[in-house]
């Protein structure tokens, strides 16, 4: 017999049952497009753009007036003018737009679009109908310029239910209208240059690429010596390798006999000295090279190979350049190569926080940082997003911390951010196992990686401070809280957060990052690669997060700057927790330099003294900022005080950036509108003076000449005015360099190798070779002449021996992993050659098509007049083209993969003024007449 409460709680699954098909269907007929109208209005003295979302009914029955509520992230504040920060909301809870219905913010990048049904019935939201277009129109701070500044999984939610709209869950973003027009893709008109797409004229380069005969031997890194003499040999199987019968070369055997034929299960014998067809195996910690460096050599009488390096990791790298040497055959030069890096930390920066990447992910990265001699890999593996970590004992860092889906109260998971699925799938979600960061840490100490574990411990750590207050709320324990619960939050960070910062006047902090470094430590001690450098991040924290709160307002701190007193005391409590872990310390230039700060004493060339810190803990300082005139010394001023300085200036070698402006391409553009290769293999980064090239559009300064001078600064620092001995002091604590990726906008394996690569090669070559044009770069001696010039031509040599070695070799080795780089489209341009008249024959104007590839892997296609693809030339006579455009792409050597089909017009370009002024949105400036005189 069915009682009362079982008919109610029939009715309760029946009415849930219901709500999850409507929103299921919802989800397929309720469509979104995402268009940006304008860039760069200025509104209130705020840089904003305008942008709609239309809601469309794409279905047979209408769309309800109520009951369903629309997430979204979106990374810029929408009507800014309207939201107080204070409170983290929009004056009145929610702000009405056209469509009529009410935004609110939730927290962070997430946003909510409800049917608007309030007091004021003109603005109440009417059933959608079908085929019915609603237009949301708004301003958002700062620009959108590319359609990956929206995020993919809109979703629909009611109290019980979500479901992502089927037109927005593909990475690919294709619910976001192409940003295909000036207003559109600059962020501001006519200042945005470096923000329109290159025309085929522009990408015209003209470069004479080296053979691949020529390029065949040529080994990425380039080494510092190579030796070249006459003969040959030919590895087949039936050579073997010889280890001295040392067990500890085993695994650098077997490595070896992983590679392709003739390398694959190569037999492991030990041989008589001189004995030929052997590939030797040796350590010999007494060569010059240092612990890094190697000797390679390659004889024909006896036929052998020689690998000796001085360690391990030595050994390791000298493999590399033989198996460089096999990528393009089994038939070797008779050849010497000494060998040893320019910097002893070459690193990249992968933040796995925001987005997760799993293990195989790491693994294959590992992989190819092996290939190219870069030994550091800097996990970020928490951050405001995401905690990827296990830590026994603590289950909410992982099971809260690691997983985002829609919890607004979080719960269960962190509330969905940066467009992760609701239901907690995805890149949103995930972390490393004890055993998956155990393998990691084996699979890169074998391959001579040193794992840099980061947790960020100042501003944006909310995944960890959520996690925590979960953890002491189960426990009843609050000895490592994170953050002062019993104030009120009044700060909003850039990040759109008003609980994000950690709290340093809390003795809890230490103990809990105490219990993470000890964790660490255990987990490297087991894979048998200790922990060297803890990583805490350091990006400065909101004023009000610190100075509101109880515990730093009972320290009683008098100071002209509370804030900053508070920062040094952190920094310096910090560094004695490494020194008593046996760790050294490392973060971000800003947060160990007296800025921002009300103190006269202060600035942004005032790092902290490095005597407050012990002396037995190592201080690795990572300088980010090159964007004005002054951040760009930082990095000399962080070495002058005895810190070790790490370069990472972010507008080279932040390689999350996209490669050229090109608003469908995946990628970020927060430090500069653009990376190519050219600008990386153009940084020089032991020359503290000349590496001055800022996004052009984002750069004030009072100075006129730094931007037309090769990159190159007047300033003191650039003449070393005390001698040599400073000299020394400051490029001995110059250990290295190192890639930044944050992948905000990452959200698959593709698109990540799609970013690093080719570009991390040029990044490698930088950091482990020193070229000879880098030199040619200085500063003026005499302040009335002009700055020297470099040798371009040799650098643009270096570049086209570089391009070259990377389309005839490094993009087969790279596709033996599975990474498909990518294709930029052919430069074009038409060349007009005038003919007199001759033997009778009138004058002539003939018409030169020349294209050109990025790369020599690449081959250009034009579209015929049959609208067939076909191979071009690199030179055609068009004399007698009637067509006024042409249409190019490039294609890579199986024909599988293409580029964007570029556009070339036949006649002359035109200069951008000129292009705006046609399409009219911009008119040049009048001239002002005074009135005549005399």
């Keep these: 017999m069915l009682t009362l409460r079982g008919l109610v709680l029939l009715c309760i699954l029946f009415a849930a049952s219901v709500s999850a098909l409507d929103l299921d269907k919802l989800s397929k007929t309720l469509k979104v497009r995402y268009d940006v109208v304008r860039n760069g209005i200025l509104m209130y003295g705020t840089v904003s753009y305008y942008a709609n979302i239309t809601l469309e009914n794409a279905g047979t029955e209408s769309i309800p007036r109520d009951g369903w509520a629309l ?65 949301i129109s708004f301003l958002a701070s700062n620009w959108a310029v590319s359609k990956f500044d929206m995020f993919p999984n809109f979703y629909l939610a009611n109290e019980t239910h979500t479901a992502i709209l089927q037109n927005t869950k593909d990475n690919d973003l294709s619910y976001v209208s192409p940003l295909d027009d000036f207003p559109k893709f600059m962020r501001n008109i006519p200042n945005d240059a470096e923000g329109v797409p290159l025309t085929p004229w522009e990408r015209y380069n003209g470069y004479n690429f080296s053979s691949k005969e020529e390029v065949k031997h040529k080994v990425l890194p380039t080494p510092l010596m190579t030796e070249t003499k006459p003969g040959s040999i030919t590895i ?462 984002n750069y004030v300064s009072t100075r006129t000449d730094e931007m037309e001078n090769y990159g190159c600064l007047d300033d003191i620092y650039c003449d070393f005015p005390i001698g040599k001995t400073l000299v020394d002091r400051i490029y001995s604590n110059l250990k290295g360099m190192q890639t930044q990726v944050w992948t905000t906008k990452i959200r698959s394996e593709e698109h990540l190798f799609q970013l690093l690569m080719p570009r991390l090669i040029a990044f490698a070559e930088r950091a482990w070779h020193k070229a000879p044009w880098e030199s040619t770069y200085k500063p003026r001696i005499n302040l009335r002449r002009g700055f020297p010039r470099p040798d371009l031509k040799a650098q643009e040599k270096d570049l086209v021996e570089l391009l070259s070695a990377i389309g005839h070799k490094e993009f087969d080795r790279l596709a033996d992993h599975g990474i498909q780089p990518f294709i930029p489209p052919p430069g074009a341009r038409i060349l007009t050659i005038n003919e007199p008249a001759k033997n009778g024959q009138p004058a002539k104007v003939r018409k030169i098509l020349q294209t050109d590839r990025s790369y020599p892997a690449f081959t250009q296609q034009v579209i015929s007049t049959q609208n067939k693809w076909q191979d071009i030339k690199p030179a055609t006579d068009i004399s007698s083209l009637k067509m006024t455009e042409l249409k190019f792409r490039a294609r890579n050597n199986d024909t599988t993969k293409f580029s964007k089909v570029t556009t070339l017009q036949v006649e002359e370009p035109k200069s951008l003024q000129q292009r705006l002024f046609d399409a009219g949105y911009w008119t040049p400036p009048q001239q002002v007449r005074g009135p005549r005189t005399g």
């Design 71 to 135: 997430f979204f992230c979106h990374d810029t504040l929408i009507q800014p003018v309207y939201f107080n920060a204070s409170t983290n909301q929009y004056t009145g809870g929610g702000l009405i737009l056209s469509g009529n219905v009410t935004l609110s913010h939730i927290k962070g990048c997430m946003f909510k679009f409800e049917p608007y049904n309030g007091e004021n019935y003109l603005y109440h939201f009417l059933p959608l109908q079908p085929g019915e277009r609603r237009n």
């Design 236 to 697: 087949d199987n039936t050579w073997t390798i010889d280890t001295n019968g040392r067990p500890i070369l085993q695994g650098m055997a077997d490595y070896i006999r992983s590679k392709k034929s003739p390398l694959t299960n190569m037999k492991v014998v030990n041989k008589k000295d001189n004995s030929p067809n052997v590939i030797q195996l040796s350590l010999n910690p007494g060569q010059k090279q240092g612990p890094e460096g190697y000797a390679l050599q390659i004889t024909v009488k006896p036929a052998r190979v020689l690998i000796v390096g001085g360690t391990l990791g030595g050994l390791h790298n000298g493999i590399q350049t033989f198996l460089s040497l096999m990528a393009t055959g089994s038939t070797l030069p008779v050849m010497r190569v000494v060998d040893r890096p320019r910097f002893e930390y070459r690193g990249i920066q992968l933040d796995v926080a925001r987005n997760f990447f799993n293990k195989s992910t790491v693994l294959k990265l590992l992989e190819i940082m092996a290939m190219y001699k870069l030994n550091k890999l800097q996990l970020n593996m928490a951050d405001e997003e995401g905690w990827r970590i296990e830590v026994p004992g603590i289950p909410e860092l992982t099971d809260i911390g690691g997983r985002r889906c829609h919890d607004i109260n979080e719960t269960k998971c962190l509330f969905s951010q940066l467009g992760s699925d609701p239901s907690g799938n995805g890149t949103g979600s995930g972390y490393y196992t004890q055993k998956d960061y155990i393998d990691i840490l084996r699979a890169a100490k074998f391959r001579n990686i040193e794992i840099i574990p980061s947790i960020n411990m100042a501003n944006r750590a909310r995944a960890a401070i959520v996690a925590m207050n979960a953890y002491s709320k189960r426990t009843k324990n609050y000895d490592m809280a994170l953050m002062d619960v019993t104030n009120a939050p009044l700060y909003l960070s850039d990040s759109l957060y008003s609980d994000n910062a950690i709290n340093p006047c809390m003795p809890s902090t230490y103990r809990f990052l105490d219990r993470i470094i000890k964790t660490l430590k255990a987990y490297h001690k087991d894979a048998g690669h200790p922990l060297k450098l803890f990583n805490v991040g350091g990006d400065d924290s909101p004023r009000a997060a610190w100075l509101n709160s109880t515990y730093c307002v009972d320290l009683g701190i008098v100071d002209p700057d509370p804030w900053m007193r508070i920062k040094v005391n952190y920094t310096t409590n910090l560094a004695n927790l490494a020194r008593a872990n046996g760790v050294n310390l490392g973060a971000y230039e800003e947060f160990f330099v007296a800025f921002p700060t009300l103190d006269p004493l202060g600035g942004p060339l005032t790092p902290f003294s490095r005597s407050r810190f012990p002396k037995e803990v190592e201080i690795f300082v990572t300088t980010r900022n090159t964007q004005t005139d002054t951040l760009l010394k930082r990095a000399f001023v962080f070495a002058n005080n005895s810190y070790n300085v790490i370069l990472s200036p972010s507008n080279f070698m932040a390689l999350d950036h996209v490669s050229e402006p090109d608003s469908s391409l995946p990628g970020d553009y927060w430090a500069t509108r653009y990376i190519n290769i050219s600008k990386i293999h153009g940084y020089a980064p032991d020359n503290f003076c000349c590496n001055f090239r800022p996004d052009k559009f």
